[in-house]
């Protein structure tokens, strides 16, 4: 198996020469050259398999430079019920009828970026001691990207993070998740400044090639190959728990913001998985939303980006997007390119509508859309803890509403769950009036010992702390 790039560069890599990176050379996104198909047969005896295994059954598919062994043992070490705080990994529950929650926020810090990220994780200390290398990975987060990447590199060999996010803005129990980490490979760099601040101390130490070359600077932001693949699986893991055989179709619905996970999504049917609809479930940041309606994609400037209560779905412009757009245009890397660095570079928009290949994003990939609000996810919360005694995370309850606009008779439908309640507190607080239990294991962490620096919102300065902390 190997690699292309969305934007028609001529190399091909193999999966651990584009393990440790992000963008493709001629800023495309890196895909395999096909998907591979998974037949009947091989589904009915991946329907047996616990998590683990059925983990090294997809990756096999598509890595092929880490020997079998290897990569068992990573998937085993990975997903354990000790890291994932059950049996199943990602179990799913019943709602009401034919109505499903997929958990996968039951990792370290209580989002789904855990089930990448963790895999992540391992997957560098591997390579990186494979080659004696070592990788300094650099970030900025608003929150729930930030914690999962520290978690899942903390005392990891030949790995260090230097996490920048603004300055007391994220909420405590993020604050405390992060800075009450006291693994010496992790730094936490609180900036004066707001989130953009914080990526744009990220972009500009990156564009330092001699700095970044120097001092081994990568990222694990949500382009990565390796993260997405990881997703695969919990498609097919939902798929199994929901139905009893493999003639019968299942739809999913997915909160989206930068399009990598219900892009994995996309990859689970491309395979072969019987998919019927994947919803892409927006909140007022509906980048996403209005494409799938128009064919119109609009990437949002800072006074059009909204700061909602479901914070990990604001973005501006989806950075996956690309992925899938290339996969509707029939694979034209040329067009790909026109889009994303011609059209979108001029004028921040492109415009499908009048192209045929924009009905078949319904019609072939199966994608549909809705949106909500604030006073969505309130009801919706409320609701659902009413009516079934579950609460939900603001995050998931956008992804209940979208649901619930696009069920189809005798199709079960699975809304992936992507954060735990806890993490959003306040918005449990305005629609419940009272805060959502906490995992025994969170209790107090607001009171533990911090381990963060502050410093000015200044690329030097981050420079500096880096070049002083890397051996
Ligand atoms: C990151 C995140 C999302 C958005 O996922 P994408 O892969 O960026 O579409 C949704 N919900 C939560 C809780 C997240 O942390």
């Not at 309606?293 to 400037?301: A, D, F, K, L, N």
Request: aromatic share 10%; glycine share 8%; with cysteine.
């Amino acid at each position: 198996m190997r690699y292309l790039s969305t934007r028609g560069h001529p190399d091909r890599r193999h999966f651990c020469e584009i393990l440790l990176e992000g963008l493709a050379p001629d800023g495309g996104l890196y895909l395999p050259e096909s998907y591979p198909q998974v037949d009947a047969a091989t589904l009915e005896r991946w329907r047996k398999l616990p998590y683990a295994e059925l983990a090294f059954e997809v990756l096999s598919l598509y890595i092929d430079d880490i020997p079998a062994a290897d990569l068992r043992a990573l998937c085993a070490k990975t997903y354990t019920e000790e890291i994932f705080g059950t049996e199943d990994i990602v179990p799913l529950r019943e709602l009401e009828d034919g109505v499903y929650l997929e958990a996968l926020s039951n990792g370290p810090t209580l989002a789904f970026k855990d089930m990448a990220m963790q895999l992540l994780g391992n997957l560098f200390e591997y390579e990186l001691a494979r080659r004696g290398e070592e990788l300094n990975i650099l970030g900025a987060t608003s929150g729930d990207t930030g914690s999962a990447a520290e978690y899942a590199m903390r005392g990891k060999k030949g790995v260090r993070v230097f996490m920048t996010s603004p300055d007391g803005r994220m909420s405590p129990f993020q604050q405390a998740q992060m800075f009450s980490l006291q693994d010496p490979n992790i730094h936490n760099l609180a900036i004066e400044g707001v989130f953009d601040d914080c990526q744009d101390i990220v972009k500009a130490v990156s564009n330092d090639l001699e700095f970044k070359r120097k001092y081994k600077i990568g990222t694990v932001n949500s382009i990565n190959w390796a993260r997405l693949l990881a997703q695969v699986v919990y498609y097919f893991a939902g798929y199994f728990q929901a139905t009893g055989s493999n003639d019968q179709k299942v739809s999913f619905t997915v909160p989206s913001g930068n399009f990598g996970n219900v892009c994995a999504g996309h990859v689970a049917r491309m395979m072969g998985l019987p998919v019927h609809q994947l919803v892409v479930a927006t909140n007022e940041n509906d980048v996403l939303d209005e494409f799938f309606r128009t064919g119109v994609y609009r990437v949002r400037g800072a006074a059009d980006t909204h700061e909602t209560s479901s914070p990990s779905m604001d973005i501006s412009k989806a950075s996956n997007f690309e992925r899938f757009v290339f996969d509707l245009l029939g694979r034209d890397a040329a067009k790909t390119r026109t889009l994303f660095e011609g059209e979108l570079g001029k004028s921040g928009r492109f415009d499908l509508s009048a192209d045929p290949a924009f009905a078949s994003a319904a019609t072939r990939f199966g994608f549909i859309s809705s949106r909500s609000t604030h006073a969505d996810r309130i009801a919706t919360i409320r609701d659902t803890d009413k009516r079934f005694a579950t609460l939900i995370d603001t995050h998931t309850a956008d992804g209940l509403k979208a649901a619930r606009e696009h069920i189809a008779p005798g199709v079960p439908m699975i809304i992936l769950e992507t954060a735990l309640p806890i993490k959003f507190a306040a918005s449990i607080v305005e629609a419940l009036g009272h805060e959502p239990d906490r995992p025994e294991r969170f209790i107090g962490i607001e009171a533990l010992p911090k381990r963060v620096m502050r410093l000015p919102k200044d690329v030097e300065a981050v420079k500096r702390y880096i070049s002083q902390h890397c051996d």
